[in-house]
């Protein structure tokens, strides 16, 4: 081709683009984002927009452009925009468009705006105004994190198949949305990934937008009492998939998909003074295991306090432990630090206390003494079960693979106790047990480490602790 002609031919298509660049130029109409939902998760938000006064007769385009929250301002770019919606020749339009993140991750605040325009499309179209911010969301793009819990078993089926011992049972769980800070930067002093399920921020940015208050509690612990009824049979399916306001959910998960047997549907040991109280499913399902003695008189007496010597054995029949083992009376050596002065061979519960501290769940109170007629306190309870997880081993229902040794630290949950010190030996086991949901405040802002345990509140405890756990989602991120 000639030279000239082709430098000819490239300045007419210059000015041919020039031409139709200048041509794209913002339509006469008032536009508004009509509604913008308060979070979103970090791959789309819908768009709710209206526009009134366009001239009419010829089409026109919305766009609708986003990008993070910056101080100052960056300008729009391109690349984050989208046409949102074609408009015919009319004055009044609306509609909802889905504004899919091109890049989103969490903690980030991202504004929207919308304009238009004659133009094609996004890369013609002119830019919105840096000042031009018609509505703000907050990224929230990490599920939720817990786990969920069958019931005690020494069974090595999976999860999901898990046989119960009877036929009524608690399945729980925690889903917590305020996971701890994994070193990614945060926009506050106080701020977690996990976002959309906090009560309050109680932040201030001044000129920009400020992070909005959650829409629901930070987490939830699951209470799910079930009884099978006499019929049941074929397979029996339970499953939870949490979401948080943001739409993160962490998929559907099974508590049981297996066929129910017939064992399954006995009816569970019982006491005379249990039945309709707050502790019963877990005291009549934990005697099924032979884990919960009551009296010789047929009660249990879930309301009654809980001796330190019979918490040893509790726990020791929980760890396999049974009075007729070979030695489970014999005395430590004189000298040993489990050789108590007020426990001797003639006392039902010697063995059992001399295994509870043999084994490191339970110490002396001092000077030589366990103490095994005083009552045990709620800050004393939590610590032995936070020994029993320290331990890390165990036999029967306290074997590593039998109870969540991997849970326990997790925190789920966390409460601002005013009665928990923080230089309490009992504060970092409260803390521990109130995290995972084996146990709960007295109210939203007490524990009361100090008051005695009853027995049915104990027995509940050791349910959960003695549960099968199945973790969701700790430290991820889709």
Known sequence: MNKKLFTILLLVVFVFTQFSIASAAPVAGDIILAQLPTFSDEFDIDLDWSVTGMPGGAAQNIFAWGRVQTTPASAYDPFDCFLA????????????????????????????TLTV?????????????????????????????????????????????????????????????????????????????????????????????????????????????????????????FSVDPTDFAGNNWGTTY???????????????????VSDT??????????????????????????STLTRAEMAAFIELANGIKDTDDGFATPPPAGSACNFSDVSTDDWF???????????????????????????????VVTVLDNINIMGTGNGYLATENVFINEWGNLYREA????????????????????????????????????????????????RTLSRIESRCVECKR
């Open 278 to 303: 707050d502790t019963e499913v877990y005291v009549r399902y934990m005697a099924q295991l032979d884990l919960a003695h009551g009296y010789l008189d047929g009660t249990f007496r879930p309301d």
């Open 117 to 237: 325009d004659d133009a094609a499309d996004c890369n013609s179209a002119a830019l919105p105004d840096n000042d031009s911010v018609m509505g703000s969301t907050f990224v929230d793009g990490w599920w939720l994190e817990g786990f969920i819990a069958n019931p005690p078993s020494l069974d090595n089926s999976f999860f999901e198949e898990l046989p119960v011992a009877c036929n009524t049972f608690e399945l729980w769980g925690v889903a917590s949305d305020q996971v701890p800070d994994r070193g990614i930067a945060k926009i506050g002093p106080n701020s977690t990934l996990g976002y959309s399920g906090f009560e309050s921020w109680n932040q201030s940015i001044t000129g920009t937008f400020t992070p909005p208050a959650p829409l629901g509690p930070a987490n939830a612990l699951l209470s799910w009492v079930y009884t099978f009824p006499s019929t049941a049979s074929g397979t029996w399916s």
């Open 350 to 380: 010697a063995g059992w206390v001399w295994q509870a501290c043999a084994d490191g769940y339970m110490n002396g109170i001092g000077g030589g003494l366990f103490d095994p007629n005083n009552l045990l306190t709620r800050g004393q």
């Open 255 to 273: 508590f049981r998909f297996a066929q129910v047997g017939p064992d399954e549907l006995v009816d569970c040991a019982t006491f005379s003074d």
């Open 416 to 463: 601002l106790f005013t009665d928990v010190s923080v230089g309490a030996f009992y504060a970092g086991p409260v803390r521990n047990a109130y995290g995972v949901g084996v146990a709960d405040g007295t109210s939203e802002t007490t524990f009361s480490p100090d008051q005695a345990i009853l027995r049915g509140e104990f027995i509940k405890m050791m349910y």
């Open 85 to 112: 919606a074609s408009v015919p020749g009319v004055s009044d339009a609306s509609g909802t468009f889905t504004y899919n993140y091109n890049l989103a991750w969490d903690q980030e605040i991202w504004e929207f």
